[in-house]
């Protein structure tokens, strides 16, 4: 009975390992190993944050971001004036191609957009990337004209693409995504706290500009073509992928970050090891 009992008890936390393993992302291209640049601002100290991607496209702290705790170990609180630069990053998906850009955020104050030298702007960038210019960049963002609470969603200078939102305090993630054949800043879906936003609930808020981008800088808290539209609120698990990700591994990034060791293309040994090691990672 007691054999039994304990070959019964290990089936059971075999068979729940197993559900946590799929629970995992589950897209066959999604691998950390792919992204063109993954920030997990982690340092908690010193003047750069580090890219852990192939790319190597690591970041230097500008105006004085601070190190605080993040949604997922420590994160960079910026002020309205402060942001992070990187050097032209290989890889960054350019012209009309797939892509992906995400982050976790909390804004320190609810539609303030005013930043720390009390110049009014219309947005907020999370993340961005591009040449440093006007027209051939795209901003992950939080703007003004999508309601009273603003809107999150993309922006590429004549074209914004957003969704209203009832803005608070609290730690989100975001997520827009190009997908392939797309033409115009309409185009992009949008997915919020890990759910896809109906397009039917976007505002287009300037009108569809063609997407049409150059690859070049990458920041996180400001435009790339200025530095302005500041962020003030804290940045965590930022990241970009040269494809669109699949809806489920989205959810997955939004609900417990990026997880090192996420990718589908090893053993089912593996799996299991890399889900364990995850979730004690998040625990």
């Known amino acids: 009975m007691k054999t039994k009992l304990a070959n019964s008890g290990l089936l059971v936390m075999c068979v729940t390992a197993l559900g946590l393993v799929w629970a995992l992302p589950s897209g066959a291209d999604f691998d950390l190993m792919t992204a063109t640049g993954i920030w997990h601002m982690n340092e908690g100290e010193g003047d750069m944050t580090m890219d852990s991607s192939a790319s190597g496209s690591h970041g230097k702290l500008w105006r004085g971001p601070t190190w605080v705790d993040g949604r997922f170990g420590k994160a960079l609180s910026f002020d309205g004036q402060s942001f992070v630069w990187m050097k032209p990053a290989a890889g960054v998906p350019e012209g009309t191609s797939p892509r992906t850009l995400m982050a976790h955020f909390k804004q320190h104050e609810v539609n ?3 930043d720390a030298q009390h110049w009014l702007t219309d947005a907020e960038v999370i993340l961005g ?4 210019n006007w027209t051939e960049q795209v901003a992950l963002q939080i703007s003004a004209e999508a309601g009273p609470g603003g809107g999150i969603g993309i922006d590429v200078f004549d074209g914004r693409w957003m969704y209203p939102w009832d803005a608070d305090t609290e ?5 827009a995504v190009f997908p392939e054949g797309g033409v115009n800043t309409n185009d992009f879906i949008i997915y919020f706290d890990g759910e896809r936003v109906p397009q039917d609930e976007m ?3 300037l009108g ?7 690859g070049g800088e990458v920041t996180i808290g400001c435009w790339t073509g200025g530095p302005n539209k500041f962020f003030n609120g804290i940045n965590d698990d930022a990241a970009i992928f040269p494809y669109a990700i699949d809806p489920e ?14 990718t589908m293309d090893v053993s089912p040994s593996a799996k299991l090891a890399t889900s364990w090691g995850a979730l004690k990672e998040r625990e």
Do not use: E, I, S, Y
């Open 203 to 205: 505002v287009d808020a």
């Open 112 to 114: 303030q957009f005013v």
């Open 208 to 214: 569809p500009d063609v997407f049409d981008t150059v």
């Open 171 to 175: 730690w989100h993630h975001a997520a």
């Open 129 to 132: 990337t591009g040449k440093h």
């Open 249 to 262: 591994d989205n959810a997955n990034v939004a609900k417990r970050g990026l997880v090192k060791g996420q």
